[in-house]
């Protein structure tokens, strides 16, 4: 559990648990933040198992985004707290909402990481076993999404 966490949220490949998926290691820079190695260069695990493979991240940055606001209004509720007779409710929507733009970048790459790892499970003899290759791959239209 502590080594599928650790792999997940620094963005190594699920299989091995090593490479790096991405190739800069700052989701703040914007421009290449979600430039993935095309296989792992430790495993040669494939980044993108399909064409449009990380469309389906769309639902997992959604999740993401939720219960970061749950835990955001947790948190606002225990230590703020809500009332009637202010505005506080719409100060915490306020904030939650900059907060979640602000860290978009890094939902991002962790959906994109999570969403691998539900496809691509750890291998602890990744090296005495090749990387399953998928048959679900037509090369002209990889990067086409
Ligand atoms: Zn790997």
Redesign the pocket.
């Known amino acids: 559990m502590i080594g599928y966490l650790s792999s997940l949220f620094q963005n190594k490949?699920p299989?091995?648990r090593?490479?790096e998926l991405f190739v800069t290691q700052n989701p703040y820079d914007l421009k290449n933040n979600l430039k993935m190695h095309e296989r792992?260069a430790?495993?040669?695990?494939r980044t993108e198992i399909e064409v449009g493979f990380y469309y389906g991240t769309g639902y997992v940055s959604y999740g993401l985004s939720v219960v970061f606001s749950i835990l955001t209004i947790a948190a606002w509720w225990i230590f703020i707290g809500f009332s009637v007779d202010d505005d506080r409710i719409f100060y915490w929507l306020a904030i939650n909402a900059v907060l979640l733009i602000v860290l978009q970048p890094f939902f991002m790459r962790l959906s994109r990481s999570l969403w691998l790892g539900i496809f691509v499970k750890y291998d602890p003899k990744?090296k005495e076993h090749k990387p399953a290759d998928s048959e679900r791959i037509v090369e002209e239209h990889m990067k086409n999404w």
Do not use: A
């Not at 430790?42 to 695990?45: E, L, T």
């Open positions: 490949c299989r091995c090593k490479g792992c430790v495993c040669g695990q990744w």
